[in-house]
């Protein structure tokens, strides 16, 4: 089996600061990568250059596309990314506001993807929308509401309904229970946990969380001042942390 994912040498640098240097990993079909660092450790920018957000200065990115294998994404037309990122990939923003239409309501902004891929029929697109409401906890019936009528820790919820409708194989997300209260992110983790390992999703998951990491992702990324410091087996480096960063992240944990 080859890898979905395949990074190699990632570089990017904002004048003189470095947001990311000589990152690379290989992601396998059905596993979870948890980037961690505290703020400023360079795990944003690298979220940004995965996505094509933003244009790495040196390294390549390599994705399996369906039917043509590892293809560098810098060789991709525009059009041929926009495809990508709205069918077989998704995008979990911070803010769910950021990654979801405000002006339409729930169900189109489940359905918008949906259309994406060809769906043309109004009545399977709504029974889809209304389907995957209900996977995600939130009341069908509530279809026609917009985004703003929900809680954010809904809003969430609707925005990874969103980007999981098409069942893309890739999922990248930005702190995706940052901002909400504890007893809706670990409900919201459950969710996430469920959804993953239900469809067997290749995620890539940025978190200062190493509880939100513990819980979802099978391997860790630590990064520090733009570089990777260690990486592993999740409960191993959670565990039995190598690098004194790594150590210095378990310990400010273990004293809260």
């Given at each position: 089996m080859?890898p979905l994912?395949?990074?190699?040498g990632?570089?990017?640098?904002?004048?003189?600061?470095?947001?990311?240097a000589?990152?690379?990993?290989?992601l396998?079909p059905?596993?979870?990568?948890?980037?961690?660092?505290?703020?400023?450790?360079?795990?944003s920018t690298?979220?940004n250059?995965?996505s094509?957000?933003?244009?790495?200065?040196?390294g390549?990115?390599?994705?399996?596309?369906?039917?043509r294998g590892?293809?560098?994404?810098?060789?991709?037309?525009?059009?041929?990314?926009?495809?990508?990122?709205r069918?077989d990939?998704?995008?979990?923003?911070?803010?769910?506001?950021d990654?979801?239409?405000m002006?339409v309501?729930?169900?189109?902004?489940v359905?918008?993807?949906l259309?994406?891929t060809?769906?043309?029929?109004y009545?399977?697109i709504?029974?889809?929308?209304q389907?995957w409401?209900a996977?995600?906890e939130l009341?069908p019936?509530?279809?026609?509401?917009?985004?703003?009528q929900f809680?954010?820790?809904?809003q969430?919820?609707?925005?990874?309904?969103r980007?999981l409708?098409?069942?893309p194989r890739?999922?990248?997300m930005?702190?995706?229970?940052?901002g909400l209260?504890v007893?809706?992110?670990a409900r919201?983790?459950?969710?996430?946990?469920e959804?993953?390992?239900s469809?067997?999703?290749?995620?890539?998951?940025?978190?200062?969380?190493l509880?939100?990491a513990?819980?979802?992702?099978?391997?860790?990324?630590?990064?520090?001042?733009g570089?990777?410091?260690e990486t592993?087996l999740?409960?191993q480096?959670?565990?039995?942390p190598?690098?004194?960063?790594?150590?210095?992240l378990?310990s400010?944990?273990?004293q809260?």
């Open positions: 080859n994912l395949q990074v190699s990632l570089t990017k640098r904002y004048g003189a600061r470095i947001g990311c000589d990152v690379g990993f290989s396998w059905g596993e979870v990568l948890a980037v961690v660092g505290e703020s400023g450790s360079g795990k690298l979220l250059l995965l094509t957000r933003l244009a790495a200065d040196a390549t990115i390599e994705y399996a596309l369906l039917g590892l293809t560098d994404m810098a060789k991709l037309s525009e059009a041929e990314r926009r495809w990508l990122l069918t990939w998704g995008f979990v923003e911070q803010n769910p506001r990654g979801l239409r002006n309501s729930a169900g189109a902004n359905g918008e993807r259309m994406a060809g769906a043309r029929h009545g399977q709504r029974s889809t929308a389907d409401m996977r995600v009341d019936a509530r279809i026609d509401e917009l985004p703003a809680s954010g820790g809904m969430q919820r609707l925005q990874i309904a980007n409708v098409t069942k890739l999922v990248l930005d702190e995706p229970t940052a209260d007893s809706v992110q919201l983790l459950d969710l996430l946990r959804l993953v390992t469809f067997g999703l290749a995620a890539v998951i940025v978190t200062h969380d509880a939100v513990r819980l979802l992702a099978h391997r860790l990324l630590v990064m520090k001042g570089r990777v410091v592993g999740t409960d480096v959670l565990d039995d190598q690098h004194p960063y790594t150590q210095l378990v400010s944990i273990l809260v």
